[in-house]
C-alpha cells in the first residue's frame, strides 16, 4: 500500500491564483482530513469526511474547499490565493470513529507570494 | 472550546537518558481518545502512542510510554533510553468523535550524543 498521497510537494502561487492540492489514500478508509501548519505551530484542521459525498467544516475553513467523490481522494481547493494562505498542508486518513489513528500524507509545501 | 497545551516548546535529553514531555487538554466529554506524534525533519507525521481515555492503564510501546491522568486531563509521554533518531517535534492531539481532531503546538525534542 502506497497509504495517503499528496501532490505536489511544493508548490509557489502569486496572490489571487488557485489550485488544488491532490489527496489519494488506498487503505479504503473512510474518514479523510486536511490540516495547515504554520510555522512553529500544530495542526489545524481544515475541512474533514467522513465518506463520499459527505464533507464538514474544520477550525479553519475560510479560503478553502473541498469534494469527496469517491472513496480514495480528497482534493482540497484553494481559491484566490492570499499570503495568509502560506503553510504546509497534510491529508490524512483514518477507518472511522473506533479506529481513530489518522495516517498522514508527507505534506505540500505553499508559498504566496 | 477545545485545547491542548504543550507548556514545553523545547527539550534536550542525554542519548540513552529518560525524557518526559506535558501535555495537557481541555474537555468536558469523558470519553475520548489521546495520541502523540512525532513529526521528524522529513515532515511525515508518524503516531508514537495512544490512549483511550476510559481505560485507566498507562498504554506502552516499547521505549515509549504515557503517564495518563484523566481527572488532571494531563497525558505525558516519557522517553526511555533516548536515542538519536527520537529528535523530532513532538505533537500531543486528542479526538472525542474521529471527525475533528485537536493539535497542541508541539514540543521540540534534541536527543544530545
Known amino acids: 500500500n502506497a497509504g495517503v498521497t499528496q501532490t505536489p510537494k511544493f508548490r509557489i502561487l502569486k496572490i489571487g491564483q488557485s489550485m488544488t492540492l491532490q489527496c489519494t489514500q488506498d487503505m479504503n478508509h473512510n474518514y479523510m482530513y486536511w490540516y495547515r501548519q504554520d510555522p512553529g505551530m500544530g495542526l489545524k484542521l481544515i475541512y474533514y469526511?467522513?465518506?463520499?459525498?459527505?464533507?464538514d467544516k474544520g477550525e479553519v475553513p475560510n479560503g478553502y474547499n473541498v469534494s469527496r467523490s469517491t472513496t480514495e481522494d480528497f482534493p482540497l481547493r484553494l481559491e484566490l490565493a492570499a499570503p495568509s494562505q502560506t503553510s504546509v498542508y497534510f491529508c490524512?486518513?483514518?477507518?472511522?470513529?473506533?479506529?481513530?489513528?489518522?495516517?498522514f500524507g508527507p505534506g505540500t509545501r505553499l508559498t504566496v507570494l | 472550546a477545545q485545547t491542548v497545551t504543550q507548556s514545553q516548546p523545547e527539550m534536550s535529553v542525554q542519548e540513552a537518558e529518560t525524557v518526559t514531555l506535558s501535555c495537557t487538554y481541555d474537555?468536558?466529554?469523558?470519553?475520548?481518545?489521546l495520541f502523540w506524534y512525532k513529526q521528524p525533519p522529513s515532515r511525515q507525521m508518524i503516531l508514537v502512542i495512544r490512549q483511550e481515555a476510559y481505560k485507566q492503564q498507562n498504554a506502552t510501546e516499547n521505549r515509549f510510554s504515557v503517564n495518563f491522568q484523566k481527572a488532571a486531563k494531563s497525558f505525558s509521554l516519557k522517553i526511555s533510553d533516548s536515542q538519536l533518531g527520537d529528535a523530532a517535534m513532538y505533537f500531543c492531539?486528542?479526538?472525542?468523535?474521529?471527525?475533528?481532531?485537536?493539535f497542541g503546538t508541539g514540543t521540540s525534542l534534541t536527543v544530545i550524543p
Open positions: 492531539a486528542y479526538t472525542i468523535t474521529g471527525n475533528q481532531f485537536y
Open positions: 469526511s467522513v465518506g463520499a459525498g459527505i464533507t
Open positions: 490524512a486518513s483514518s477507518k472511522g470513529q473506533n479506529y481513530n489513528e489518522q495516517f
Open positions: 474537555t468536558s466529554e469523558s470519553d475520548y481518545y
